[in-house]
Each structure stands twice: as structure tokens, then as C-alpha cells.
């Protein structure tokens, strides 16, 4: 009996949110959207590139660069987290701070292979 009382735990605490993997999903866009012939605040689907998801449940993990054309990008991470941008970032918990299951988007330099660095941040 006792032993199925562990095993249940087990399972319970192996399924939490504190043990899923926490990953970051990039999209690249290369355009704003148009509306009725006007120039609207959204990135113009389809994306470019939606990149695999980058898991950073392990400590700091980076993007792969982006597309040469891409200029504007949408990050969702499944956990708190801090991001950095840059040819070559590491992020760190003091850089810019990301909440759970909300997408941002940003602009950055066309043609520069830029990347996102990322990394869990639990004091946000």
C-alpha cells in the first residue's frame, strides 16, 4: 500500500508545472500587417520561420539566428524567464524579464543573424 502511495506521488510531482520543461517559441516576421490599406501595429502572417522551441530548463540556452531578412519577432515562453538579444547573448535573470504565456514581439536589425538568449528567472 505504502508503496503505491509513493509511486502516485511520484507521478503527481513528476507531472507538475516545477518539472515540465520550460521552452521559448520563436516566430520571425518580415513585415507589419495592413488593414484595409493601412499600415497596422501586428506582424503580417505568415511567419518567415516559426524556429524549433528552445529549451531552457536546464540553465542559459540561445536561438538559432535569424533569418537575414527577418526584422520583427514573437516570443512566448512556457515559464518566467529573462531574454537577451545580440549576435552572441547570454542572458542573465538581470536582462530583460518575460512572463509566462505572453507573447511579445520586437523589432530587431535585418541582416545581422541576430539570436535570443534565454534563461528562467523566478525572482520576476
Request: charge should be neutral; hydrophobic fraction near 45%; proline fraction near 6%.
Amino acid at each position: 500500500m505504502l508503496r503505491k502511495f509513493f509511486a502516485a506521488a511520484l507521478f503527481v510531482l513528476a507531472s507538475s508545472p516545477a518539472f515540465a520543461a520550460s521552452k521559448m517559441y520563436i516566430s520571425e516576421y518580415t513585415n507589419t500587417g495592413l488593414a484595409i490599406g493601412q499600415l497596422v501595429q501586428v506582424a503580417s502572417e505568415p511567419a518567415i520561420t516559426d524556429q524549433p522551441p528552445v529549451d531552457y530548463s536546464g540553465g542559459v540556452a540561445s536561438s538559432a539566428a535569424f533569418n537575414a531578412s527577418t526584422n520583427i519577432v514573437r516570443v512566448l515562453c512556457t515559464s518566467t524567464c529573462s531574454i537577451k538579444f545580440g549576435t552572441s547573448p547570454t542572458a542573465t535573470t538581470s536582462n530583460k524579464p518575460l512572463a509566462a504565456g505572453n507573447p511579445e514581439y520586437f523589432a530587431v536589425p535585418v541582416g545581422q543573424a541576430f539570436k535570443i538568449s534565454v534563461i528562467s528567472n523566478t525572482d520576476f
